[in-house]
């Protein structure tokens, strides 16, 4: 029997479809394959980035804030106190350059010994002597800024990292010569016209570098470096704060220009803070 022409057409036509259809469906399992291989190697690519980036993170690094925001770290807060009648401050005299004379109204008294109402000593460097070990820390990358200003060094204590970049500037309307005269580093000498600044930078750790200024006789202070970020100066009340330390055993010193150096050995846990005061006598001649 023969089969119907119209039937044999159908049939045909049947099969062409069919494999017709097939050939999109080949592509679009193809493209799902590759799309999914593309993607694992997105996210592999972004581990590895992730990975390397926290390997970057340079030993030393801390927040610049007083307070201990990283986790498993730990922070020494206190006071540094004068016991005793503080030494009676001294007038300092500037008639030798009236353009300092005349930016100061009311007299200007030393900064040798200052104290507050509660006996907070200011500028007293209180800073991790001992216990870090063999660890090793970059220098910020933001200068500490030592301003020549009312014919003055502010701040009178100043604390940096080694290598860390020192900034001098000159805020006055007369010429100041900055020079520091350190022990451990190499001696500089600079003259700077008012409005002018310069750069330095000390590589070896030393405290602290007396600094003067060879045109008014009466400007001094102090520059500490450091080699670790383990160190701070204390403000008006006297108090400190040492943050962001790894936990275990210091040796903490206290030290002030004129009434010497006091030491202290305390231990400390993660997540901890843990206060420590000094206390300091006058001496006689201070």
Not at 70 to 83: I, Q, S
Not at 91 to 109: F, G, I, W, Y
Not at 122 to 147: E, M, R, W, Y
Request: include cysteine.
């Amino acid at each position: 029997m023969t089969t119907p022409l119209f039937l044999v057409r159908i049939v045909v036509d049947s099969k062409v479809r069919k494999k017709k259809n097939q050939v999109p469906r080949a592509r679009a399992r193809k493209l799902v394959s590759m799309t999914t291989k593309s993607l694992i190697a997105i996210v592999a690519l972004t581990a590895m980035i992730c990975i390397s980036s926290l390997k970057a993170v340079k030993a030393g690094d801390r927040p610049a804030s007083a307070s201990n925001t990283t986790a498993g770290t730990a922070t020494l807060r206190g006071v540094v106190k004068l016991v005793g009648a503080a030494p009676k401050s001294t007038p300092v005299n500037m008639t030798a350059d009236p353009s300092c004379a005349k930016q100061h109204p009311a007299p200007v008294l030393s900064q040798d010994v200052v104290t507050d109402a509660n006996h907070g000593l200011q500028n007293v460097i209180v800073f991790i002597a001992d216990g870090l070990g063999n660890q090793t820390f970059d220098p910020p990358s933001k200068p500490v800024v030592l301003a020549q200003k009312g014919c003055m060094y502010q701040p009178h204590v100043l604390a940096m990292q080694a290598n860390q970049r020192l900034e001098v500037v000159n805020d006055d309307p007369t010429s100041h010569n900055i020079h520091p005269l350190p022990a451990n580093n190499r001696e500089w000498n600079k003259s700077e016209p008012p409005g002018s600044k310069a750069e330095e930078t000390f590589p070896r750790e030393e405290i602290a570098i007396p600094v003067k200024c060879n045109i008014h006789p009466w400007m001094h202070g102090y520059v500490a470096v450091f080699k670790h970020p383990y160190f701070a100066v204390t403000g008006k009340d006297g108090s400190f704060d040492l943050s962001s330390l790894p936990p275990g055993t210091y040796t903490i010193k206290a030290w002030h220009e004129k009434l010497g150096t006091s030491t202290q050995t305390i231990t400390v846990g993660a997540n901890e803070t843990k206060g420590v005061d000094f206390v300091f006598k006058p001496r006689s001649g201070s």
